[in-house]
């Protein structure tokens, strides 16, 4: 019976565990993806602004450290309410999908 507890034991921690890591994984593809469709036209896949339209804009290196710097509610409102020429994407994207690509931006950091 021992046995038998340890293997349930042990599957609800593996299963526990792929559960969390699978879905930090689905959400960090859920991201890119998010940023691949809404943000790469303008900031480039790598977020150098090195786009026509970012060149253009005078676009930030989203992994500068004058970018990275800012706080993530200052990136968030920047997402959600626009800012100059940048749309605003409230009720566009989910706040998920904003929380994402501000998580997004992080790994772009130099």
């Given at each position: 019976m021992n046995r038998l507890k340890a293997r349930i034991a042990a599957?609800?921690?593996?299963?526990?565990a792929f559960f969390l890591f699978g879905s930090a994984s689905a959400?960090?593809?859920?991201?890119?993806a998010t940023f691949k469709s809404k943000c790469v036209a303008c900031h480039g896949a790598d977020g150098s602004g090195n786009t026509s339209i970012g060149k253009s804009?005078?676009?930030?290196?989203l992994g500068?450290?004058?970018?990275?710097?800012?706080?993530?509610a200052d990136l968030?409102?920047?997402i959600?309410?626009?800012?100059?020429?940048?749309?605003?994407?409230?009720?566009?994207?989910?706040?998920?999908?904003?929380h994402g690509l501000v998580t997004y931006i992080r790994t772009?950091?130099?």
């Amino acid at each position: 019976m021992n046995r038998l507890k340890a293997r349930i034991a042990a599957a609800l921690i593996f299963a526990g565990a792929f559960f969390l890591f699978g879905s930090a994984s689905a959400k960090a593809d859920d991201a890119a993806a998010t940023f691949k469709s809404k943000c790469v036209a303008c900031h480039g896949a790598d977020g150098s602004g090195n786009t026509s339209i970012g060149k253009s804009m005078h676009l930030r290196d989203l992994g500068s450290a004058d970018v990275q710097k800012q706080s993530d509610a200052d990136l968030t409102a920047m997402i959600t309410n626009g800012k100059g020429a940048m749309p605003s994407y409230k009720g566009k994207l989910t706040d998920d999908q904003i929380h994402g690509l501000v998580t997004y931006i992080r790994t772009l950091k130099k």
